[in-house]
């Protein structure tokens, strides 16, 4: 009985444990072993989100950039101030009709004629002025005689006396008479040099021995008393180079310096000194104005272009390529290399640019390790490797 009963329960075991359920269970254990396996990911995944991280600089994630340096030195270079300007005549003289207004009959010089003091440039309608400067040299040739006769009369009377049969009152008249007639060759001839001197200004001439610069008289123009100037005249052929410098190298420079003036298409320079340096400084364009006197030369014609070059000082100065100097609304600056390998901002003054670079006038010795390109993209204070690569500049 006991043997039966054991191999029902067994019998009934195989029943409940077909093969569908042992495999659902497998199904569910692994589904929970997934569960969890997840479930401790995101954990951990949200551990190290919640934990800060570390700060990563630009140089450790890309490198610290890579610069070329240059070290100047310094090198023999001549301090010099450049500007630019214009050729004037020293002294320009407007020459006008400074009389009756007229009718232009004759010029006689043309822009560029060297001409004379006194020498006639043009000349006036006359027609009307002569004739009257001759009647009235006639009336004072007549009242020098009417004045002679007075007083050859008036001296007779005087000598006939009461004996002639004059009274007193006869020679007071005749006195009178000769005292009138003088008077009136003075007023004859005052009138005559009147007349005279606007028949004189007529003639349109040179006050000064010059040069004629422009012309604005033509033959049957009318030429109005105080109206445009006629001509133009260079005094005495003198010529200057007015030129507009920079504000800080007005102080550099003196009166009676030496002074090289180029004019465009002409290599040989014109040798001049500085006369004049402007006493005030244009509050817009920061300039002031400079003035060399030149020796005249035809080559010298007002109205040109020129440039103009002051040699200051010869010295030692650092010699720096242009693509190292960079210049903002703060003024022109380099980037130098320190000890500890970051850039630094050098303010520096730059003296000229010559062929062999840009001499610097002021700010650094020569000495310093200087960025030679592209300093543009960098920052004061930035780590940067410099390239030994390079060629080294002295």
Same mark, same amino acid.
């Given at each position: 009985?006991?043997?039966?009963?054991?191999?029902?329960?067994?019998?009934?075991?195989?029943?409940?444990?077909?093969?569908?359920?042992?495999?659902?269970?497998?199904?569910?254990?692994?589904?929970?072993?997934?569960?969890?396996?997840?479930?401790?990911?995101?954990?951990?995944?949200?551990?190290?989100?919640?934990?800060?991280?570390?700060?990563?600089?630009?140089?450790?994630?890309?490198?610290?950039?890579?610069?070329?340096?240059?070290?100047?030195?310094?090198?023999?270079?001549?301090?010099?101030?450049?500007?630019?300007?214009?050729?004037?005549?020293?002294?320009?003289?407007?020459?006008?009709?400074?009389?009756?207004?007229?009718?232009?009959?004759?010029?006689?010089?043309?822009?560029?004629?060297?001409?004379?003091?006194?020498?006639?440039?043009?000349?006036?309608?006359?027609? *009307?002025? +002569?004739? %009257?400067?001759?009647?009235?040299? !006639?009336? #004072? /040739?007549?009242? =020098?005689?009417? $004045?002679?006769?007075?007083?050859?009369?008036?001296?007779?009377?005087?000598?006939?006396?009461?004996?002639?049969?004059?009274?007193?009152?006869?020679?007071?008249?005749?006195?009178?008479?000769?005292?009138?007639?003088?008077?009136?060759?003075? *007023?004859? +001839?005052? %009138?005559?040099?009147?007349?005279? !001197?606007? #028949? /004189?200004?007529? =003639?349109?001439? $040179?006050?000064?021995?010059?040069?004629?610069?422009?012309?604005?008289?033509?033959?049957?123009?009318?030429?109005?008393?105080?109206?445009?100037?006629?001509?133009?005249?260079?005094?005495?052929?003198?010529?200057?180079?007015?030129?507009?410098?920079?504000?800080?190298?007005?102080?550099?420079?003196?009166?009676?310096?030496? /002074?090289?003036?180029?004019?465009?298409?002409?290599?040989?320079?014109?040798?001049?000194?500085?006369?004049?340096?402007?006493?005030?400084?244009?509050?817009?364009?920061?300039?002031?104005?400079?003035?060399?006197?030149?020796?005249?030369?035809?080559?010298?014609?007002?109205?040109?272009?020129?440039?103009?070059?002051?040699?200051?000082?010869?010295?030692?100065?650092?010699?720096?390529?242009?693509?190292?100097?960079?210049?903002?609304?703060?003024?022109?600056?380099?980037?130098?290399?320190?000890?500890?390998?970051?850039?630094?901002?050098?303010?520096?003054?730059?003296?000229?640019?010559?062929?062999?670079?840009?001499?610097?006038?002021?700010?650094?010795?020569?000495?310093?390790?200087?960025?030679?390109?592209?300093?543009?993209?960098?920052?004061?204070?930035?780590?940067?490797?410099?390239?030994?690569?390079?060629?080294?500049?002295?």
């Amino acid at each position: 009985m006991g043997a039966q009963l054991q191999e029902k329960t067994q019998a009934d075991v195989v029943v409940l444990d077909p093969p569908s359920a042992r495999a659902r269970r497998r199904w569910l254990y692994g589904a929970a072993g997934a569960v969890a396996v997840i479930a401790i990911a995101a954990a951990i995944w949200m551990s190290e989100a919640s934990a800060p991280k570390a700060v990563t600089t630009l140089a450790a994630q890309a490198g610290a950039p890579l610069v070329s340096v240059v070290t100047p030195g310094v090198q023999p270079v001549s301090t010099e101030v450049n500007f630019t300007g214009t050729i004037e005549a020293r002294h320009q003289l407007p020459i006008g009709n400074s009389g009756d207004t007229g009718r232009i009959v004759a010029v006689y010089v043309q822009v560029g004629d060297s001409v004379k003091r006194g020498q006639l440039l043009a000349k006036l309608d006359d027609s *009307v002025l +002569a004739p %009257q400067v001759e009647q009235l040299t !006639a009336s #004072l /040739a007549q009242a =020098r005689a009417q $004045a002679a006769l007075s007083a050859a009369e008036y001296r007779r009377g005087v000598a006939a006396g009461p004996a002639g049969g004059l009274s007193a009152q006869d020679i007071e008249k005749l006195q009178a008479a000769a005292i009138m007639d003088a008077a009136n060759i003075k *007023v004859v +001839a005052a %009138q005559l040099a009147v007349m005279r !001197a606007k #028949l /004189a200004l007529t =003639r349109i001439v $040179a006050p000064v021995d010059g040069v004629v610069l422009t012309r604005n008289a033509e033959v049957g123009q009318i030429a109005g008393s105080g109206g445009p100037a006629l001509f133009d005249l260079e005094d005495a052929g003198q010529v200057e180079m007015i030129g507009q410098i920079a504000e800080q190298d007005m102080t550099d420079l003196k009166v009676g310096q030496s /002074a090289d003036v180029y004019l465009i298409g002409n290599s040989r320079p014109f040798v001049g000194h500085i006369w004049l340096l402007g006493a005030v400084i244009d509050p817009q364009t920061r300039l002031g104005e400079v003035r060399i006197a030149l020796t005249p030369d035809p080559a010298l014609r007002p109205g040109a272009f020129a440039r103009s070059s002051v040699t200051l000082a010869r010295a030692q100065r650092p010699v720096l390529p242009q693509t190292a100097v960079m210049a903002d609304s703060e003024g022109s600056y380099v980037y130098v290399i320190t000890a500890l390998g970051e850039v630094q901002r050098r303010a520096v003054r730059v003296g000229s640019v010559t062929p062999a670079g840009v001499v610097i006038a002021d700010g650094l010795t020569g000495h310093e390790r200087v960025v030679s390109m592209d300093g543009g993209f960098l920052h004061s204070g930035e780590q940067v490797t410099v390239d030994v690569t390079a060629a080294p500049q002295s």
